[in-house]
């Protein structure tokens, strides 16, 4: 019997056997080895660690820079969020057009190798200006990691694992972010009462701008690292043949079409993502200012809690994640992030408020741990209902939400709530707390308006095996 089509007739000049047996063969795409997809994920891991040392080290050095420079909080602001997310914005669609058409893991290489040349560069900037670009190109660096490395977990495990993969990216993620914290502490501790160092070409090194030097120098050597990893074969494509080139029209319309799962899983994750950062880029000074700790000992004390809650967070944000599509929820993904949501934006809220620093620490590690639950479902949730051929340029669309949106407005959001409602720099903890409530009812919101439709997208995506 030979009928393939909608209409019960054979496509012209192809046998429906022959199509149907093609179809088979991509269907039945062995998995790399093992070892080659865990050593990838490990590797790529330890990227994401770097990406997010070397993009959050900033925020423990706010007070030196505003002390050194002599600029508001709103500059700052912008220093930290917008440089970083204006060229992240400009380059990372392009950038992901070309990840869907060639090899990832080299893209990967370089996209280390430039982010931390830049931002060890920051540890010989004279003035405002310079740092800013210098913040510039960390933000093109890191535009390219994003949607390869995601397209790479994708191709390396199946449908119902990507969630542990990218739980595990979000390993990264959330170390990086606690150990820059905890480095950038670290570093400040030991720069103390240290004198300039004057360079061979004019200007000095402030002591606080060695902590740019030490996480910007290691991130170059793990790019050749990177290089050791293999690049997997792109899932529904034969062998032997390149991803077809997608214009941005079929994009548009593919997005256009399924609008309301895909406003859930991205514009969600963007607001999500915007009071993580606000928490993240403002959280040291916040202790700083409200409970007098010195700005070393803040940024050790938040490094530590994150990097003790986070990791554990991800691996059960995964594994809850793979629990319940194995047991028929095909809107997994998407339910972990709006649970995590639902638990964590009260916490978020009310800790900047406690009259105590440690208890004030405590609530924000709990309103942390259960927001992090969400942080790899929300990465695999677009992942795995979008074809290969378009993968990494909707990554890219997710990346401009929870990164360029988020990092570029968080810290601003707060500063000016701080600079012209409450006008006073010791109001911040109204500011963390006005912003968190704002924007996580809008990204409850979202997500919750995409929860059945994301449903039907996941079993479209099954059925048709992208």
Same mark, same amino acid.
């Given at each position: 019997?030979?009928?393939?089509?909608?209409?019960?007739?054979?496509?012209?000049? *192809?046998?429906?056997?022959?199509?149907?047996?093609?179809?088979?063969?991509?269907?039945?795409?062995?998995?790399?080895?093992?070892?080659?997809?865990?050593?990838?994920?490990?590797?790529?891991?330890?990227?994401?660690?770097?990406?997010?040392?070397?993009? =959050?080290?900033?925020?423990?050095?706010?007070?030196?820079?505003? *002390?050194?420079?002599?600029?508001?909080?709103?500059?700052?602001?912008?220093?930290?969020?917008?440089?970083?997310?204006?060229?992240?914005? @400009?380059?990372?669609?392009?950038?992901?057009?070309?990840?869907?058409?060639?090899? /990832?893991?080299?893209?990967?290489?370089?996209?280390?190798?430039?982010?931390?040349?830049?931002?060890?560069?920051? !540890? @010989?900037?004279?003035?405002?200006?310079?740092?800013?670009? #210098?913040?510039?190109?960390?933000?093109?660096? *890191?535009?390219?990691?994003?949607?390869?490395?995601?397209?790479?977990?994708?191709?390396?495990?199946?449908?119902?694992?990507?969630? +542990?993969?990218?739980?595990?990216?979000?390993?990264? #993620?959330?170390?990086?972010?606690?150990?820059?914290?905890?480095?950038? !502490?670290?570093?400040?501790?030991?720069?103390?009462?240290?004198?300039?160092?004057?360079?061979?070409?004019?200007?000095?090194?402030?002591?606080?701008?060695?902590? %740019?030097?030490?996480?910007?120098? &290691?991130?170059?050597?793990?790019?050749?690292?990177?290089?050791?990893?293999?690049?997997?074969?792109?899932? !529904?494509?034969?062998?032997?043949?390149?991803?077809?080139?997608? &214009?941005?029209?079929?994009?548009?319309?593919?997005?256009?079409?399924?609008?309301?799962?895909?406003?859930?899983?991205?514009?969600?994750?963007?607001?999500?993502?915007?009071?993580?950062?606000? =928490? =993240?880029?403002?959280?040291?000074? %916040?202790?700083?200012?409200?409970?007098?700790?010195?700005?070393?000992?803040?940024?050790?004390?938040?490094?530590?809690?994150?990097?003790?809650?986070?990791?554990? #967070?991800?691996?059960?944000?995964?594994?809850?994640?793979?629990?319940?599509?194995?047991?028929?929820?095909?809107?997994?993904?998407?339910?972990?992030? @709006?649970?995590?949501?639902?638990?964590?934006?009260?916490?978020?809220?009310?800790?900047?408020?406690?009259?105590?620093?440690?208890?004030?620490?405590?609530? %924000?590690?709990?309103?942390?741990?259960?927001?992090?639950?969400?942080?790899?479902?929300?990465?695999?949730?677009?992942?795995?209902?979008?074809?290969? /051929?378009?993968?990494?340029?909707?990554?890219?669309?997710?990346?401009?939400?929870?990164?360029?949106?988020?990092?570029?407005?968080?810290?601003?959001?707060?500063?000016?709530?701080?600079?012209?409602?409450?006008?006073?720099?010791?109001?911040?903890?109204?500011?963390?707390?006005?912003?968190?409530?704002? +924007?996580?009812?809008?990204?409850?919101?979202?997500?919750?308006?995409?929860?059945?439709?994301? !449903?039907?997208?996941? *079993?479209? #995506?099954?059925?048709?095996?992208?």
């Amino acid at each position: 019997m030979a009928s393939t089509t909608a209409d019960g007739e054979a496509p012209k000049g *192809e046998p429906a056997g022959e199509a149907k047996s093609e179809a088979q063969k991509l269907a039945e795409q062995p998995w790399p080895p093992r070892k080659d997809a865990y050593y990838s994920l490990i590797v790529m891991t330890i990227v994401v660690m770097f990406t997010v040392i070397d993009r =959050q080290i900033m925020s423990v050095m706010i007070e030196p820079m505003k *002390e050194t420079y002599q600029v508001s909080d709103t500059m700052i602001g912008l220093l930290v969020g917008a440089a970083f997310s204006i060229t992240y914005g @400009i380059a990372g669609l392009p950038i992901a057009r070309f990840a869907d058409q060639t090899n /990832r893991r080299n893209l990967v290489a370089a996209s280390i190798g430039f982010w931390s040349f830049c931002t060890a560069a920051c !540890g @010989i900037c004279q003035n405002y200006w310079q740092i800013f670009i #210098a913040r510039l190109g960390i933000g093109i660096g *890191e535009s390219g990691y994003g949607p390869a490395a995601w397209s790479i977990a994708t191709d390396n495990f199946p449908r119902e694992k990507v969630a +542990m993969a990218t739980g595990t990216y979000g390993i990264g #993620a959330m170390v990086g972010t606690g150990m820059a914290m905890f480095m950038g !502490g670290a570093v400040l501790a030991l720069v103390q009462g240290m004198p300039l160092v004057e360079l061979p070409f004019g200007g000095v090194i402030h002591p606080w701008q060695w902590a %740019f030097i030490v996480v910007g120098l &290691p991130g170059l050597l793990w790019a050749l690292v990177v290089m050791t990893t293999k690049e997997p074969p792109r899932r !529904g494509v034969a062998a032997g043949e390149k991803s077809p080139k997608v &214009p941005l029209k079929e994009l548009g319309k593919w997005l256009k079409d399924d609008w309301r799962t895909y406003t859930a899983v991205i514009p969600a994750s963007g607001m999500k993502q915007l009071i993580a950062a606000g =928490q =993240q880029v403002w959280g040291v000074t %916040f202790f700083h200012r409200e409970f007098d700790w010195s700005v070393s000992y803040s940024a050790v004390m938040m490094g530590l809690m994150t990097i003790i809650v986070s990791p554990v #967070a991800m691996i059960l944000g995964g594994k809850l994640s793979e629990y319940l599509a194995k047991n028929g929820r095909h809107d997994a993904n998407l339910r972990v992030v @709006i649970y995590g949501l639902l638990g964590s934006v009260p916490c978020l809220a009310l800790a900047p408020q406690l009259p105590n620093g440690y208890a004030s620490l405590t609530l %924000f590690g709990v309103g942390i741990f259960i927001g992090t639950l969400g942080f790899g479902p929300g990465i695999a949730a677009f992942q795995v209902i979008t074809p290969n /051929r378009m993968r990494a340029q909707v990554s890219a669309l997710s990346q401009f939400g929870s990164n360029v949106l988020a990092y570029a407005l968080a810290p601003v959001i707060v500063a000016l709530f701080t600079d012209f409602v409450f006008r006073d720099p010791a109001m911040l903890k109204y500011s963390m707390t006005a912003t968190t409530l704002s +924007m996580g009812i809008i990204a409850l919101l979202l997500a919750l308006q995409g929860l059945k439709s994301y !449903g039907r997208s996941y *079993e479209r #995506a099954v059925r048709e095996n992208f």
